[in-house]
């Protein structure tokens, strides 16, 4: 018999499913994290193995899945340009094999799905901020393709799913997300620049530095993710999740600088292929739907950041 709700969290072993399984088993709910450890690890997790409600089973969700669940959140995916450019067919056929697979089961299960989408699929938007209702501007053949456009791809089965077989849905838009247990090497902006600062080491601005980006801190996002899931029926999203103040790179790389007291230079690299110039959210659906804004500050947030990553630093 079961009293709590029975939560999968697919890619529940990287970064931000690791601080999702935390969080729902704090809840009181059953969790079972769904990873095949591409990205993710067992670390990222081992404090929760003692848990009697939560279960860990290695397995890659473009394969079929049978396990009978009461929500879903379809996490899994490589997020970092790196690792979802290592293998691009696998990161189309992780999002897309993988949101069937995922979208298949909740309606057998009658299931509740949130799909882990991306400010990515506003591409190098022509908007700005960027609200729901603009559709992007994505290249759909260049070296970010296979996860803007498999991400895309997961967005309209969701809805297809939801129309044609009335499966729930609910699609969240995440942007930038940081805060520790994130991949040291996987050279995103954040930990590369914590790295860099920890090791003395110059750091890298790709371009010019005056691109931007918004940057969440990870327990906001995860606050964000379990309030979209629990609204009414009715709501499927896409939602916008991520914190609308906007910094340039150059502005985040001296930040990062002043709070290490590091003694690295800034220097520049070239600018990769699609970089989007600039990326702000507009979360008013999501302040009206899910009564949420973000509460950390960018300061605040890295401040836990570069605890976590002084520690992996010491320890070698
Ligand atoms: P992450 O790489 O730390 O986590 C992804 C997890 O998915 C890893 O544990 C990985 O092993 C697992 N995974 C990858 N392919 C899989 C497969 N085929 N089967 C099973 N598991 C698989 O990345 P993250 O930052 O925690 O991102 C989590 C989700 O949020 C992703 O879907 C990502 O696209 C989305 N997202 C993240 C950000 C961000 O800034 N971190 C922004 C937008 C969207
Ligand atoms: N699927 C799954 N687990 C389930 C139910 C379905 O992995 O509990 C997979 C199934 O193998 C199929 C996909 O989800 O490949 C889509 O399922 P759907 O029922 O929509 O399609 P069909 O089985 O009719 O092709
Ligand atoms: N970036 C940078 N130096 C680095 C890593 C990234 O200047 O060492 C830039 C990158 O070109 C982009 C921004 O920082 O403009 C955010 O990059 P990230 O890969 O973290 O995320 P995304 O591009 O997917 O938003």
Redesign the pocket.
């Given at each position: 018999m079961h009293l709590a709700p029975r939560i999968m969290v697919t890619g529940g072993a990287g970064f931000i499913g690791s601080f999702l399984c935390e969080r729902l088993l704090d809840q009181g709910a059953e969790v079972l994290c769904v990873d095949n450890f591409f990205t993710g690890t067992r670390s990222n997790v081992a404090h929760l193995m003692d848990n009697p409600r939560f279960e860990l089973m290695r397995h890659d969700v473009t394969f079929?899945?049978?396990v009978e669940v009461d929500q879903i959140y379809n996490m899994a995916c490589p997020a970092s340009p790196i690792h979802y450019q290592f293998d691009p067919v696998q990161t189309t056929k992780t999002s897309v094999h993988g949101a069937?697979?995922m979208?298949?089961?909740a309606?057998?299960?009658k299931a509740r799905i949130l799909q882990a989408s991306t400010s990515e699929v506003y591409g190098d938007p022509e908007i700005h901020p960027q609200e729901e209702s603009y559709w992007g501007n994505v290249n759909p053949i260049g070296p970010r393709s296979c996860y803007d456009e498999g991400k895309r791809c997961a967005e309209t089965l969701c809805f297809d799913y939801h129309r044609q077989?009335g499966v729930e849905i609910k699609v969240a838009r995440i942007f930038n997300t940081y805060g520790p247990r994130m991949h040291p090497n996987d050279g995103r902006v954040v930990s590369n620049f914590i790295m860099q600062a920890l090791r003395g080491e110059d750091i890298t601005i790709y371009g010019d530095g005056s691109q931007t980006r918004s940057f969440c801190f990870v327990d906001d996002l995860v606050d964000g993710l379990i309030g979209l899931m629990n609204t009414d029926t009715g709501v499927t999203g896409p939602i916008n999740l991520g914190n609308p103040g906007e910094f340039t790179i150059k502005e985040l790389a001296e930040l990062v600088i002043e709070m290490t007291g590091t003694s690295s230079k800034l220097v520049q690299k070239p600018l990769p292929q699609d970089d989007p110039r600039k990326r702000k959210p507009d979360i008013t659906r999501a302040r009206d739907t899910l009564g949420w804004e973000p509460q950390v500050k960018l300061r605040d947030g890295l401040e836990k950041t570069i605890a976590y990553f002084r520690e992996l630093h010491a320890a070698g």
């Open positions: 079929p899945l049978f069937i697979n979208l298949g089961l309606k057998r299960t077989h």
